[in-house]
């Protein structure tokens, strides 16, 4: 089960850049989660692009955006616009199907 979540919007943001993106970030050329990731769902908006996680810990998201996310995001032609606007959240309550 989760306990803490993120969106991130990026103003902008195309699907392209994502995938771009995601494919360095992720395991398995973007099609994986990374430890610690329960969830990933992610698709263009009005007005740019926004990603939903998951994740078990706060302290798993945070390993993960130092230690992949933010230097694969500085290395690869034509990223997600940054920054994000970030909304955080603990988890209270989680269905599935």
Do not use: C
Not at 27 to 38: F, R
């Amino acid at each position: 089960m989760a306990t803490f979540g993120i969106t991130h919007f990026f103003k902008g943001g195309t699907q392209e850049q994502y995938d771009n993106s995601a494919r360095r970030a992720h395991p398995d050329e973007g099609k994986g989660l990374p430890p610690g990731q329960t969830y990933h769902a992610a698709g263009p908006t009005a007005g740019g692009f926004l990603i939903v996680a998951m994740w078990d810990s706060k302290a798993s998201w945070e390993k993960f955006r130092d230690d992949t996310l933010g230097p694969v995001l500085a290395s690869i032609e034509n990223p997600l616009p940054a920054p994000p606007e970030e909304k955080e959240f603990q988890v209270s309550n989680e269905l599935t199907a």
